[in-house]
């Protein structure tokens, strides 16, 4: 099989397309957004990679007014000046067109998006595959793999291993060069081995610049550009007046586990078991998932200087929820696990581990397996109205 349905996901767009005249959709290249985008069966398509849709849109414009129906502009960060002319057609009181606009890079590298388009458009974030749409139960071949849909599907893990490291060269090389941002594809690789060394952790922005022999300045531009196309996520902590000393900095984590394990030279699940990097590796994946199928849009991590810590903490509709991440056989009650509770108002917290029975720790307290979070997800989204992060 070479395509996983997704309905999910095109719910969301669909949804997004009705709330707004604008809906971007975004996400990392090769993630599957053209694919859904193709689903819609829209009645217009542009892709601003193809030189015949290029020069349909010589003169914008004459292209686009007048049409109607669904109209998809596919890797629009490639043409940022569209923006202010789409702005100027859905305000137009006869508009009849729906703009699905695709692009791999976030608002904040492509600014003129939030700029032009402020109150108009609609925005859903497309991440790799998850588990709801892999099957739960072959949560191991993901986690190795990671969950680009052409690295998951791949015959076999040499094959998965050799497209990871062919995308990674030409995110490098060809992606980063189109947003016009001029770093040196081997200085943006250097750094990106050197920050997968610190997958899970609190970043110290002093201490990455002086291993790297850069100003924190630049620390942070190169971590950007990462965040920006959505190879990385950046996790704020969460401040709670508890009269507690805070960790203040945030946590980095790779978003896909696949280029996690192709940055290490991981490439099997006998080098992956006995890989340094394992807990962490099996951290960032179990909490990726969780992120985007508990539909957190803010997601957090709670830490006190005397070691206490919550992996995950997020809010839904005006209540605090955690969950904490365990590649244990059996997780018990811990110490951070009492100064959570103690410390802050969390409604629930989840622990998940890659086992195979739920069970209670304490009243607010669930181990779950992580083959659980679709299902538990599933509930959370109905009974909070939680919206895909």
């Avoid at 975004?26 to 217009?44: V, W, Y």
């Avoid at 009849?96 to 859903?124: D, K, Q, T």
């Avoid at 992956?272 to 957190?296: C, D, N, T, Y």
Wanted: charged residues 25%; neutral net charge; aromatic residues 8%.
């Amino acid at each position: 099989m070479h395509y996983l349905p997704r309905p999910r996901e095109l719910e969301a767009i669909r949804a997004g397309l009705c709330r707004a005249p604008v809906t971007a959709l975004l996400g990392p290249r090769q993630c599957g957004k053209t694919t859904l985008a193709r689903e819609l069966a829209a009645e217009h398509y542009f892709d601003l990679e193809d030189p015949r849709s290029l020069a349909r849109l010589n003169e914008p414009q004459t292209a686009l007014e007048g049409l109607d129906g669904t109209v998809v502009i596919d890797e629009v960060q490639r043409k940022p000046e569209l923006f202010p002319l789409l702005r100027v057609l859905v305000d137009r009181h006869h508009q009849a067109a729906r703009y699905l606009l695709l692009g791999s890079a976030s608002p904040n590298l492509v600014r003129e998006v939030s700029e032009s388009l402020a109150g108009r458009i609609a925005y859903h974030d497309l991440g790799p595959l998850t588990l709801d749409e892999t099957g739960a139960a072959d949560w191991r071949r993901l986690w190795l793999r990671g969950g680009f849909p052409r690295s998951y599907l791949a015959d076999d893990d040499t094959e998965s291993a050799l497209w990871r490291d062919d995308f990674m060269r030409s995110h490098l090389e060809r992606d980063i060069p189109a947003l016009g941002i001029s770093v040196p594809a081997e200085t943006l690789r250097r750094f990106w081995v050197m920050v997968s060394h610190y997958h899970g952790q609190v970043l110290n922005f002093s201490e990455l610049g002086r291993s790297f022999g850069v100003s924190d300045h630049t620390v942070r531009r190169y971590l950007e550009i990462l965040s920006g196309t959505y190879m990385i996520r950046l996790v704020p902590p969460w401040y709670a007046n508890v009269g507690k000393r805070l960790v203040k900095a945030p946590k980095l984590y790779l978003r896909d586990s696949g280029l996690l394990h192709s940055l290490h030279t991981i490439s099997t699940p006998g080098q992956l078991g006995s890989h340094p990097k394992l807990g962490a590796s099996w951290e960032g994946f179990a909490m990726e998932q969780a992120i985007r199928l508990m539909g957190v849009s803010r997601p957090h991590f709670w830490r006190t200087h005397t070691g206490a810590e919550l992996d995950l903490v997020w809010q839904a509709r005006g209540v605090l929820w955690g969950m904490e991440f365990k590649y244990q056989d059996a997780p018990a009650m811990t110490r951070s696990m009492h100064a959570v509770l103690r410390d802050l108002p969390v409604q629930h917290l989840w622990v998940v581990y890659p086992g195979h029975e739920g069970y209670r720790l304490d009243e607010k307290v669930t181990v779950i397996p992580v083959t659980g979070i679709p299902d538990i997800a599933f509930d959370f989204r109905m009974s909070t109205g939680a919206s895909d992060a």
